[in-house]
Nanobody
Framework: QVQLVESGGGLVQAGGSLRLSCAAS?????????KGWFRQAPGKEREFVAA????????YYADSVKGRFAISKDNAKNTVYLQMNSLKPEDTAVYYC????????????????????WGQGTQVTVSS
């Protein structure tokens, strides 16, 4: 099992920034797992936001956040981050951290069903 705990959510004005963190614990090699972020707004399905490959060499983003969000990870701390800049009201959602031991390349990683472990989520609210 892998446990994920998100932090860093909150209320911010449009145009502002937030940095989400997600600390993983559990399986010994989970620091090398692929990591991702999804979000879910009220009444909507959970959607892909960003992912980073096991090696950290490749990152992937939803078109809606490309150029504004940046995903990174610190294997030594077994933590993944999501830096969110130029936030918009439509970014308001619960943000979930996720991880999986599989390889992102060639997989359906933009779908939530591909990922194995999930955090409880952290609320991000962007006011206009």
């Amino acid at each position: 099992q892998v446990q994920l705990v998100e932090s860093g959510g909150g209320l911010v004005q449009a145009g502002g920034s937030l940095r989400l963190s997600c600390a993983a614990s559990g399986r010994t090699f989970s620091s090398s797992y692929a990591k991702g972020w999804f979000r879910q707004a009220p009444g909507k399905e959970r959607e892909f936001v960003a992912a980073i490959a096991r090696t950290g060499a490749n990152t992937y983003y939803a078109d809606s956040v490309k150029g504004r969000f940046a995903i990174s990870k610190d294997n030594a701390k077994n933590t993944v981050y999501l830096q969110m800049n130029s936030l918009k009201p439509e970014d308001t959602a619960v943000y979930y951290c996720t991880t999986d031991p599989g390889s992102i390349a060639g997989s359906h990683f933009t779908g939530s069903s591909w990922w194995t472990y999930w955090g409880q989520g952290t609320q991000v609210t962007v006011s206009s």
